[in-house]
C-alpha cells in the first residue's frame, strides 16, 4: 500500500513554524516512514507544478503555516485546498494573521512607501520604484505576485479543517499532533470534529501558570524593562501586562516560567470571539481606579494598545484591520 | 408640481438625512427601567437608538461593542446605575473601565471615540434617557455613517 501523502508549505510567514518541524528531533524520520513527503518547498526541491498535477484530494494531510499577503499566497492556499483532504493551518499566521497581521494597522501605500523609500537600508532614487504587477523588461513581460491591502488568515480564503496555534506551535504539541494522526489512520479511528483546535488546551495561559496569583489590584503598568519582576509571583499582580488571562493555554506557560510575561501567541482562549477585547475586559475588573481619569492614567502606560492585545490575533479579530475611513494615521 | 418632480423630491430627501442606527445596551435596574419610564411618560426619545436590555452595564463585554460597530452601528450608547447603584455593587466600575479603555483603542482601530458613549441613568431619570437620547443621535449624525473598509 503506497504511503499518505504529506504536503506542507509556507505563505506570509517567518519560517519559525518549519523550524519547529524540525525541532520534533529523530520523530522527523518517523514522519517520513509514515508519510510520502509531496511537498515542502522550505525544504525540499518541489515546484508549484507538480502539486498543480496531482488528483484533487490526492494529498492527504496539508500543514500550511503563514498568512495570506499576496496573491500567490491565496493561489496556493486555493490549490493545495483543492489537493488536499484535510488541510491544517498551522501556526499562529496561517491560525490568526500572527505578527504579519499587525500590518493591518497602516495602509498599503504607507507600508511601499516605508520599505522602498524612507527606510535607511533602501537605495532607490527620489520618487522611490515600487513593486508592479507586471514589468516590461528588454520586450518580456514578468510578473511578481499582487501585494494585498490586508492581511487575511488562511480561514478567511478557504475551508480548514484543524488549527495548530502557537507561535510557533510547540514541538512537544507537533509530536502530540503527529502521533495522533499517525493512530488514527493505522487504526482508522475517526477524526476529530472539523474546525477543532489540536495541540493545545481548552484553558488559559493562567491554568498552566507556576506563578501564585493573589487578589488583583493593579494601579499602575511596567514594561519589562522598567522592574525586576518576583520570581514565584503572578506577572499582573505585578503590573507587568501578561496576556494569560485571554490565551489559550497548550505552551505549558513557556514564556512566564521565563520571567517574561505572556504575549498572547496561542490566540484567543474556547469560546472567545476577540483576544484584545476579552483582555480589555479582564484589565478593566482588576485596575484599581474609580474615576474615568484615574482609570486614563493607567491605561496610558499601557504603550501601542491595539499592538499589545492584537498582538497575534489583529487580522483575524472583529475589527481585522485599522480602517481608513475617517481617521488619518 | 408634477408626480415625477416630486418623487425626486421625496426620494432625494430621505437619502440627504442621515439615519443613524445606534444600538444601546441599557442595564436592567436603571438605564433600561429609565427609558421604559420615559415610554410611559409619553416623553419623546429618538427611535434610532435600538435598545439591547442587559442584566448589568457590566454584562456588556468589549468585544459586544466592536461587534456592533463590525455589523454596522453608527455608534453605540452604554448606560447603567450611577455609582453606588449597581445592583451588583460594583459593575458599574468595570464598565466605566472598560469603556475608557474602549475610546482609547478605537481611534487605533479608524473608529472616532465619539461614536461610543458611556451614561449613568436611574430607572427614575427618564427625562435624562430622553436628552441623552437625542443627544447622542445628533452627535453621530455630525460624524456621518461609519464606512468600514471592505477588504
Known sequence: MSKPKLALYWAASCGGCEITILDIEEKILDVANFFDIVFWPCAMDFKYEDVEKMEDGEILITLFNGAIRTSENEYLAKLL????????????????????????????????????????????????????????????????????????????????????????????????????????????????????????????????????????????????????????ECLLDQGILCLGPATRSGCGALCVKANIPCRGCYGAPPNVEDQGAKMISALSSVIDASTPEEARRIFSKIVDQVGTFYRFSLAASLMKRRHFTELKS | MEIAQEIEIKAKENLKEFNPRIVGFLCNWCAYSGADLAGVSRLKTSPNIRIIRTMCSGRVDPSFILKAFQLGADGVLVAGCHFGDCHYIEGNFKTMRRIEMLKMILPQFGIHPDRLRLEWISAAEAEKYAKVSFEFTEQIKKLGPLKLNSH
Open chain 1, 81 to 232: 485546498r483543492q489537493k488536499s483532504k484535510i488541510l491544517v493551518a498551522f501556526g499562529s499566521c496561517a491560525h490568526e494573521g500572527c505578527i504579519p497581521g499587525l500590518a493591518n494597522l497602516y495602509p498599503k501605500e504607507e507600508i511601499f512607501e516605508y520599505i522602498y523609500k524612507e527606510s535607511p537600508s533602501v537605495i532607490n532614487d527620489d520618487k522611490g520604484i515600487y513593486p508592479q504587477k507586471k514589468t516590461l523588461i528588454n520586450g518580456y513581460e514578468i510578473e511578481i505576485p499582487e501585494f494585498y491591502e490586508t492581511v487575511k488568515p488562511l480561514d478567511a480564503v478557504v475551508d480548514v479543517d484543524y488549527y495548530i496555534p502557537g507561535c510557533p506551535p510547540q514541538s512537544f504539541q507537533v509530536v502530540n499532533v503527529i502521533e495522533t494522526l499517525v493512530d488514527i489512520l493505522t487504526n482508522n479511528k475517526p477524526l476529530p470534529e472539523k474546525g477543532s483546535i489540536l495541540g493545545a488546551g481548552d484553558k488559559t495561559c493562567c491554568d498552566e501558570c507556576p506563578r501564585t496569583r493573589k487578589e488583583k489590584r493593579i494601579k499602575t503598568f511596567y514594561r519589562i524593562h522598567e522592574i525586576i519582576p518576583k520570581e514565584d
